[in-house]
Every structure is written in structure tokens, then in C-alpha cells.
T-cell receptor, first 116, second 112 residues
Framework: GAVVSQHPSWVICKSGTSVKIECRSL??????MFWYRQFPKQSLMLMAT?????????EQGVEKDKFLINHASLTLSTLTVTSAHPEDSSFYIC????????????FGDGTRLSIL | AQRVTQPEKLLSVFKGAPVELKCNYS??????LFWYVQYSRQRLQLLLR??SRESIKGFTADLNKGETSFHLKKPFAQEEDSAMYYC??????????????FGKGTHLIIQP
């Protein structure tokens, strides 16, 4: 149980386009989802916390207008990288937590984003 | 702000030898600590969390508040333990309800 699906797993696009990444909890309801970013050979860095039905909370230094997060249901959160540029190229990973208290986070497979 | 330090990028041990992956943290409150593992081409998986006090796949980790450490140990390494290991901290101690702060990870290689 507790499977988190992320789509797409890999995307390549031109500079200036917007890219949407989906994160779904397949067999549980997730009140909270998180978005992380991982640069090559570095650790995961928390970008934002997404709560169903409310605005996302962004970490310091993360541009809200660049990384749009929507958490419209208990099983789906989306991250849209707007007007992407090469410096946005990275590995993006989501995680989700079940609504029951004190449950751990379960991670998706990640999305590799390459901006040309 | 909180910080998690994993001093070893790479740790190589022989099969059957004991393993210890080090993790130190800095945070003024009462955090919750986790170890996540990532096997080759797989997603991050929770290995253990300090509040559970469980032993998973033979691994244990004890939270030492005095030394602010949460080292991961296994008495006899197995080849299938080869993976990337991340230590992580939940600042408010609310488990999955907090965004996690991760260490940089230790790549564990078990040699036959």
C-alpha cells in the first residue's frame, strides 16, 4: 500500500514553455503533499508544502510565480514550472502523507526535467 | 534552521562486516528523525523512524539527543544492502506532516 505515482517521469522541452508535473496518491488520501528538488549528486531540497484545498506554503527562496502548485483533491497535486529556463532543469520529487495522524511520507519516482 | 549532516559520501564494506552510517543533526527543538533508502533505479523508501524503535532488514538506529546523532547500524552487511541512504529530519516532530530536511546521502556499497 501507500503508493505515490508521479507523471511524467521524464520531460524535455524548449526554454520558455510551461511544464506540468502530476503527483497522485493511488491507494490513500493525502491531506498534505510535498515537492522537493534534487540537483545532481546533491540532496533533496524541500520546495513547498501543498495542503488540499488551500494555498501552498513555499520555502524561502522558491519563487511562487515560477513554481505553481495546485492541490485540488485528496489524491492529486500538480507542480507547474512556468516559462521554464535551463536553470530549472532538475529532478523533481513529490511525496504524500495519509490523512491519518503521524503517518510517514511516501515518495514518488520523481520527474527529470530538462530544458533546452 | 535545521541541518542534517552525513559525513560520508561513500562507504564500502565487505559482506558480513558491520555497517554504521553516520548522521548528525542540528535543531533546537524536538525533531523526529528518519532513515530513507533508495535502491538502484527505485524510489525513496522509508527504512525506519526513531519513534518506532523498530528493526527493519536488520538495521537499527538510536536517537542520541546529547550527541544529536541518529546513526544507522547493521551487524552483518548483505549485498542487497547496497543502496543510497538518506537521513532526514522532521522539525516539528509530526512525522509526515512536515517537510523533511535531508542529509546529502551516503552511498553504501557491500562488496562480496
Amino acid at each position: 500500500g501507500a503508493v505515490v505515482s508521479q507523471h511524467p517521469s521524464w520531460v524535455i522541452c524548449k526554454s520558455g514553455t510551461s511544464v506540468k508535473i502530476e503527483c497522485r496518491s493511488l491507494d490513500f488520501q493525502a491531506t498534505t503533499m510535498f515537492w522537493y528538488r534534487q540537483f545532481p549528486k546533491q540532496s533533496l531540497m524541500l520546495m513547498a508544502t501543498s495542503n488540499e484545498g488551500s494555498k501552498a506554503t513555499y520555502e524561502q527562496g522558491v519563487e511562487k510565480d515560477k513554481f505553481l502548485i495546485n492541490h485540488a483533491s485528496l489524491t492529486l497535486s500538480t507542480l507547474t514550472v512556468t516559462s521554464a529556463h535551463p536553470e530549472d532543469s532538475s529532478f523533481y520529487i513529490c511525496s504524500a502523507t495519509a490523512t491519518e495522524s503521524n503517518q510517514p511520507q511516501h515518495f514518488g519516482d520523481g520527474t527529470r526535467l530538462s530544458i533546452l | 534552521a535545521q541541518r542534517v549532516t552525513q559525513p560520508e559520501k561513500l562507504l564500502s564494506v565487505f559482506k558480513g562486516a558491520p555497517v554504521e552510517l553516520k548522521c548528525n543533526y542540528s535543531y533546537s527543538g524536538s525533531p523526529e528523525l528518519f532513515w530513507y533508502v533508495q535502491y538502484s533505479r527505485q524510489r525513496l523508501q522509508l527504512l525506519l523512524r526513531h519513534i518506532s524503535r523498530e528493526s527493519i532488514k536488520g538495521f537499527t538506529a538510536d536517537l542520541n539527543k546529547g550527541e544529536t546523532s541518529f546513526h544507522l547500524k547493521k551487524p552483518f552487511a548483505q549485498e542487497e544492502d547496497s543502496a543510497m541512504y538518506y537521513c532526514a529530519l522532521s522539525p516539528l516532530g509530526r512525522g509526515g506532516a512536515d517537510g523533511l530536511t535531508f542529509g546529502k546521502g551516503t552511498h553504501l556499497i557491500i562488496q562480496p
